[in-house]
Structures are given as C-alpha cells and as structure tokens.
C-alpha cells in the first residue's frame, strides 16, 4: 500500500459537497475543523489538511469556495486525478456516478473515502475492491453510526459482556419526508426514483449491515418488504412525479449465533421515540436501547415483572426503570472521528478497517433485500471474497 509523500500537508479532493450531506458532515463538520486545527498522528506530530472542492456546478462550488476560503475549487475531474499533490479522492455525489469516480481516482493512484453505497449493484462494488487490491491504494468507506455515542456506548456493553447472551436486536429508523406539494420535502427527489438509484433499502440496507456486523457479528440470512407507500411526489421545482423507488423497508436478518434482528426503515412515518434511530438490544442478563448519542440500559437484577391486565390503566413508568449509559469520554462528531482514523491510516500507510469489501456486503445486503421483498421469500447471504 502506497502512502503520501513526506509533505507536511494532505490536500483532499471532495466531490459531492454541494449535496446536503457531503456538505454538513463531511465539509463543514469534518474537513474544515481538520484544517483549522491540523491532524494529529499516533506520534504526536501534526499534519496540515487542505480541501480541493470539486463539482458539476461551478457557481456552487466558488460559493462555497468564498464562505469558507478554500483556495482551490474546480469542475475538471481529470485534472485533479492528474494532479500529483492531490493525495485522497472523497466521493460524496449521488450513487449513480459513484463508481466510475472510484475506478478512475484508483486507477490514478489516489487514496480514497467515499460515501455508501459504493456501487449501483454487487459486481461492481466488488470490483471496485478488487481495483484497489491490484491499485495498492487506501480504500476507506463512510460507517459513521459506528462511531457515533450512541452506539459506542452499546458497543462497549457488549465487549463487557453486559448483555450475557444475546438474543435479539430492534431497530426503528425514520421520520415522515414531505411529499413536496404543500410542504417542501427534506429529501431530494431522486431518492424517490429507482432509476436515479432511489430506494430506502439501497439507502439504509448498508447502513445496517455494517451496524449489525459491528455489534453483533455477521448478518447470515434477510427476510424483506420493501413498500412504496406514497406513490406521487414533488420534485424541487414543484412538480408532480411518480415515486418509483421503495420509501419503507421491514426486515428480519438471522445473525451468526442464532441472534435475530429486525429493523424497521420508513420516510412514512411519524417520531414517537426519543431518536430518529434506535436500536433495542436484549440478552438473558440484561437489555440496552441506544439512539445516535444516547443509551439506557436494564440489568437482570433491576427488571420488574410487569403483569398483563387489560382492564387497568398502566401506573408504572417504564422509561424511568432504565439507567442511562455514561460516555466515560468526550466523543466528537461522528463523521469526524472516522475521517480522523481514516486519514492516520493513510499516513501511517496501514489498511483502514472499514474498506470496500465492508461496503460491498452492504451492496449485497440491499439487493437481497429487494430480491426478498420481490419473491416473497427468506434469502441466504453468501460470504463475499475477492
């Protein structure tokens, strides 16, 4: 694996940040910290970070250019993968061109981070491994709930084992997305349309593969029904279109060890929990519900023994009969964090642990998902090697 020169600075090309998340997480909440404050090594040393915007829009990306003074900003693709000083290629643009923006920042020998999912089907999320493979590039992919409170702290109650044996996982992602007619929608429009790349189960399939595999290990087999309950939008000029893209998922993954998972996914539905996301696990010694930076937990010892009886109103409070999970640490943004491991990777020149094989198994997990719901029928998950 190649590393970067012996320059005192990382200059990152990021494609993609006129879009919403590229923007918030990866720009504002990532990169531009990183610059102001520099990247500090395993040994102590401090390494300087410096973004090259890249886009379609140049109109867009010398606005951004001039809010946060970045120095250099372009539409040419080419010239930057040309660009010897150009030391990480970040992909944040919609699916669809995602993959051919990978191939090509490889095959010139740049490391890169991207965003998921990798690729529009499994063959080429796989191949896009392989090309890193055979390019000795650093191949990083976007897993940022893992790094999130939330979850950190219900990782750590499972390395403790707090939970004794598990036995099952819950989780309910989603909030009500404006169909755009009379209220503007909070997400773009091609999410809505399959042939864009659209789909919740494209979108959050490879999301929850990689939460389930780093919490409770790997997903074995996915049961799927995947729904488009809101048939007609409007797109960000007002216009109807027809929604051909699922916007609600329901799925029982089987887990290694007989642990089961269900997690439910919907743009159709109203919050009534304490997260947009939260992930109920239980064991026979104890059970944890974490949210992206919250987490309570239920000992054995501690659980009352409620008694069903329909004809009485409840008098006992559920909630307060969990104890929040401290964080023992000050835990930075999520995003940050895995840019920050990411890139010390990178300079240290060692393999980062979540790569592109990781994101291929999220590819395969949304397509299964599909084939599921499709064939009305629980699918087996093959292991993916290269």
Request: aromatic content about 8%; charged content about 25%; hydrophobic content about 40%.
């Amino acid at each position: 694996m190649t590393t970067p020169s012996p320059r005192t600075t990382l200059r990152i090309a990021m494609n993609g940040v006129t879009g919403r998340m590229g923007y918030r997480q990866h720009l504002v909440r990532s990169i531009l910290p990183l610059r102001d404050s520099g990247l500090t090594l395993d040994d102590g040393t401090r390494v300087d970070v410096e973004p090259v915007l890249i886009g379609r829009n140049a109109d867009k990306l010398a606005e951004l250019s001039e809010l946060h003074d970045i120095e250099r900003w372009t539409t040419d693709f080419a010239s930057v993968l040309a660009d010897p000083t150009i030391d990480v290629y970040f992909d944040a643009q919609v699916t669809s061109r995602r993959c051919a923006a990978l191939t090509s920042a490889m095959k010139a020998g740049k490391h890169i981070y991207t965003e998921k999912p990798t690729a529009e089907t499994l063959t080429e999320a796989v191949e896009l491994a392989r090309i890193a493979e055979n390019a000795g590039v650093n191949a990083g992919v976007v897993h940022d709930k893992l790094y999130l409170p939330g979850l950190v702290k219900l990782r750590r109650l499972v390395d403790e084992g707090f939970f004794g044996r598990i036995l099952s996982l819950r989780g309910e992602f989603g909030y009500w997305v404006f169909e755009g007619d009379i209220q503007p929608g909070q997400r773009p429009s091609w999410n809505y349309r399959s042939a864009d790349g659209g789909g919740i189960t494209v979108d959050m399939f490879c999301h929850w593969n990689y939460v389930l595999e780093g919490i409770l290990g790997r997903v074995e087999s996915v049961m799927a029904k995947a729904v488009t309950h809101v048939p007609t939008r409007w797109d960000e000029s007002g216009q109807p279109y027809d929604a051909t893209a699922d916007d609600a998922a329901y799925a029982i993954f089987e887990m290694e060890d007989g642990v089961i998972a269900q997690i439910n996914s919907s743009w159709t539905v109203r919050v009534y929990r304490d997260e947009l996301v939260e992930f109920q696990v239980d064991g026979t010694h104890g059970s944890a519900v974490a949210g992206l930076n919250k987490c309570v937990a239920q000992q054995r010892a501690h659980t009352p023994k409620p008694v069903w009886n329909p004809d009485l109103p409840v008098t006992e409070s559920f909630r307060d009969q969990w104890l929040e999970v401290p964080a023992n640490a000050d835990l930075d943004n999520g995003f940050k964090l895995q840019w920050e491991e990411y890139l010390r990777d990178v300079v240290a020149g060692r393999r980062h642990r979540f790569g592109l094989l990781s994101a291929a198994r999220g590819v395969q997990l949304a397509e299964l998902g599909l084939q599921s719901s499709a064939e009305g029928r629980r699918l087996e998950v093959p292991e993916i090697t290269l």
